[in-house]
């Protein structure tokens, strides 16, 4: 399956009239997974020729602003370009701890209510992902004054031993999280396609030779 990759902001800290916040987007198939969602996400994925409906997939790479601000209105204006299907896939959400509580309370709070499922897979960060006086336990969050209809999802956590989280797996590929060090907790992704098996005709292999 081809893959290719739209870098739809690259700024840092703000976007600029012509260069918008962190974001790219990794086309495989005929799904769009999105890689961090700055400000200027939308305007940038409306001037590419990328469809914005086809995201099933978004990556939070760590919760500083200009790498995921953007996220509440996309989500909106996705939902304001679909059509209710109860038999939708979710869209699915993966970031740090903290990030479903930041989602579903600026929905609520904006009284937006999404047409499509989504789920929120959190990451739980070390202590070592960041300078000591940065680190917060968001474990807190959510467990009370949540919607009871809030979005599902996995949280994720290291094993013994781990040196990643696995996020998903299938036929093709191996999708990974791994930690980076940062100002605040971080992580990158990692798609690993699995070798595939090559066609060789033997006979007429022979036949040449």
């Not at 999105?34 to 995201?55: N, V, W, Y």
């Not at 999802?153 to 996020?167: A, F, I």
Request: glycine share 12%; aromatic share 10%.
């Amino acid at each position: 399956m081809s893959m290719d990759i739209t870098f739809l902001g690259t700024g840092s800290a703000y976007p600029s009239p012509c260069r918008g916040a962190s974001a790219l987007v990794l086309r495989r198939g005929g799904d769009c997974w999105l890689f961090d969602c700055g400000e200027g996400t939308q305007t940038q994925l409306m001037k590419s020729p990328l469809r914005a409906g086809r995201i099933t997939k978004i990556f939070i790479t760590h919760l500083h602003g200009d790498h995921f601000f953007g996220l509440p209105g996309l989500l909106c204006t996705l939902s304001l370009q679909s059509n209710p299907d109860p038999n939708k896939p979710p869209v699915d959400i993966y970031g740090p701890l903290g990030l479903r509580d930041f989602i579903w309370r600026s929905l609520e709070l904006s009284h937006s209510q999404l047409l499509f499922p989504y789920a929120v897979h959190e990451l739980v960060p070390t202590p070592d992902q960041c300078p000591a006086e940065e680190f917060r336990d968001f474990s807190c969050l959510g467990r009370d004054g949540g919607p009871a209809g809030g979005p599902g999802g996995r949280t994720l956590r290291l094993g013994p031993g781990e040196s990643s989280y696995l996020l998903e797996e299938d036929e093709q590929l191996v999708l990974r999280a791994f930690r980076l060090f940062h100002r605040v907790p971080s992580f990158g992704f990692v798609l690993e396609e699995k070798p595939r098996p090559g066609r060789l005709n033997v006979h007429k292999l022979k036949d040449l030779g």
